[in-house]
């Protein structure tokens, strides 16, 4: 017997009913965005591993998906670098591309590369999937979609209020209850020279992003271990343990950071941030832990958290002031964010929030009963679908009770039904599979029935 076929951990397939509930994902965030001003692009799925190495960091850069080059892509590589296994350098020899890591590097390339066709500020969203060599968990996937939206060429504060003010819609059509939280990794940078270790603030600032994942024991041992001493360790306890409100938190920070021009002006940034987002519906929460593990944002960072559900971010972002220098175009200032499509996916399906109509493929299925039959009914349906009515009639002429299996089996709602008696009145029998109750109806009724 052949071995049945799998596809690689991480990844996963979708059936028509998934799709119909992704799709409703898409298309939620796809009209917010919308309405905003964002415009969609889209990039490879591979980009050059030039473009996408040293970027994420010496973390994201492990994390990457590499290709081989096509043909004979052991050319040119001698036993000697097999054998030795430095991997690092083979990947050089055997891969010039890569599948992207995220959205926002293939974006930073695509503003440079095509600056002399856009209008700044660009308002870009993207729905695209992306890959990564993570180890598959819960709520974490090797190929998953990310929905982004990014404003290069400004460097207002405005975007970061209306960024925030999306997310905040996009969760409310949505119906989950969220946490955004928001920090700013100039206020990070300020604490990195208050405790004397500024030339450790990417070592820092991975370690502090992973609080909610491994605890604060092992988040000290890891500052240590990248050479905080225990003072310094000592010193960012009272900030990554500090409570109470926002105004609370800004007014002990801006004590902490009085010294620091670099930290006092994140503080300014968040402040301002929070200040107009006071009608916010969603919980909103300045959290000095947040750090974004990134290397390239440089100012407000975002992320949030659902409520009712135990699963990682759902989405996040930041601002990044150098990204496309990286690419040979300094002084191009961006902020965006990044819906997690996967993750607000398992969300809804645990809270059970997606509308009915989402779920629901086929409205009318027309029944079969044989040549004259589906003459009659073709008309009828082709007048449903116009009405926007989601229609089919069953292709073949077998028996009835086959039929209604089909349509419980789909959870359609409705069955026409046409017969002799039925053709020489001209209506059909109308059926609500839901309630039982049958209706002798003409075609108009019939759409008028059916969109109640």
């Not at 050319?75 to 050089?92: C, F, N, P, R, W």
């Not at 990794?185 to 500024?198: F, N, Q, T, V, Y």
Request: glycine share 10%.
């Amino acid at each position: 017997m052949a071995q049945k076929p799998s596809i690689p951990k991480g990844t996963r397939d979708f059936g028509p009913q998934e799709m119909a509930c992704r799709n409703y994902i898409f298309n939620t965030i796809r009209q917010v965005y919308a309405l905003y001003g964002f415009q969609q692009i889209e990039t490879p799925a591979m980009e050059n591993l030039g473009t996408l190495m040293g970027k994420y960091g010496e973390e994201g850069d492990k994390l990457l998906f590499k290709i081989l080059n096509s043909g004979d892509f052991l050319k040119g590589v001698g036993s000697e670098d097999i054998q030795k296994g430095a991997t690092g350098h083979l990947a050089a020899q055997l891969c010039e591309k890569g599948l992207r890591y995220d959205l926002t590097v293939p974006f930073a390339r695509y503003v440079v590369q095509h600056r002399e066709e856009l209008t700044l500020p660009f308002r870009r969203y993207q729905i695209q999937p992306v890959w990564r060599a993570d180890r598959p968990q819960k709520g974490r996937y090797r190929e998953f979609y990310q929905c982004d939206a990014d404003v290069v060429g400004s460097d207002s504060l405005l975007n970061e209020v209306e960024l925030m003010q999306i997310v905040d819609t996009v969760f409310q059509r949505f119906g989950i209850r969220i946490c955004i939280k928001i920090n700013n990794r100039k206020i990070l940078s300020g604490i990195a020279e208050m405790i004397g270790a500024a030339d450790k603030i990417v070592d820092i600032t991975v370690a502090i992003d992973k609080l909610d994942k491994i605890g604060l024991e092992n988040v000290n041992a890891e500052l240590l271990e990248n050479g905080l001493s225990e003072a310094q360790v000592e010193k960012l306890q009272p900030i990554i343990k500090l409570s109470g409100t926002n105004a609370e938190k800004i007014a002990t920070m801006r004590q902490v950071l009085k010294d620091s021009e670099t930290g006092l002006k994140g503080i300014e940034e968040v402040e301002y941030v929070l200040s107009k987002l006071s009608s916010l519906n969603s919980q909103l929460e300045l959290d000095l832990t947040l750090a974004r593990g990134l290397n390239y944002y440089t100012g407000c960072i975002f992320e949030v958290k659902a409520l009712d559900v135990q699963i990682g971010s759902i989405t996040g972002g930041g601002r990044y002031d150098n990204l496309t220098g990286i690419f040979g175009m300094p002084g191009i200032s961006g902020v965006g964010i990044s819906f997690g499509a996967d993750r607000i996916y398992d969300v809804l399906n645990q809270l059970n929030l997606y509308p009915e109509e989402v779920t629901t493929a086929t409205q009318l299925l027309f029944v079969n009963f044989g040549e004259t039959e589906t003459n009659y009914c073709l008309p009828i349906a082709g007048k449903a679908r116009k009405a926007g009515i989601r229609t089919e009639i069953y292709p073949d002429s077998v028996k009835m009770k086959k039929q209604m299996q089909y349509a419980n089996a789909r959870n359609i709602p409705f069955v026409a039904i046409a017969g002799e008696s039925e053709i020489a009145e001209g209506k059909i029998m109308l059926k609500n599979m839901l309630s039982g109750e049958q209706k002798l109806v003409t075609p108009e009724e019939l759409i008028s029935e059916i969109l109640m």
